[in-house]
């Protein structure tokens, strides 16, 4: 089960560093002459930066589980030690502190 983990939370990494790697472009991407058009695109611009950021927050997640996974030490609370309830991983698999820890 770990291998599997372990290879979802890969294939994600994966897809956030592509959605990363678009942003880039989008950011490369030239801009337009026009103040109007302009003003929408630095609007999006803060849009795009927070998806970026979000992602990079979410790889490092990622990251930190497979390092947990492979030490042995995954699904552990890292502030109790005691197990992290199964459904709680579920929806968060990146979670790193039980419900009772995380609060």
């Known amino acids: 089960m770990s291998e599997q983990l372990k290879?979802?939370?890969?294939?994600?990494?994966?897809?956030?560093?592509?959605?990363?790697?678009?942003?880039h472009q989008d950011f490369a991407d030239g801009r337009h002459a026009d103040w109007s058009e302009q003003a929408g695109e630095r609007e999006n611009d803060e849009v795009l930066n927070a998806l970026?950021?979000?992602?990079?927050?979410?790889?490092?997640?990622?990251?930190?589980?497979?390092?947990?996974?492979?030490?042995?030490?995954?699904?552990?609370?890292?502030?109790c030690g005691e197990q992290i309830n199964p459904k709680r991983l579920a929806v968060q698999p990146a979670a790193i502190k039980c419900i009772n820890c995380a609060d």
């Open 52 to 79: 970026e950021s979000e992602a990079k927050v979410e790889i490092q997640q990622l990251s930190n589980a497979i390092t947990l996974i492979d030490n042995g030490n995954y699904g552990y609370c890292q502030k």
């Open 7 to 23: 290879q979802q939370f890969t294939e994600r990494i994966v897809e956030l560093q592509q959605r990363i790697d678009s942003i």
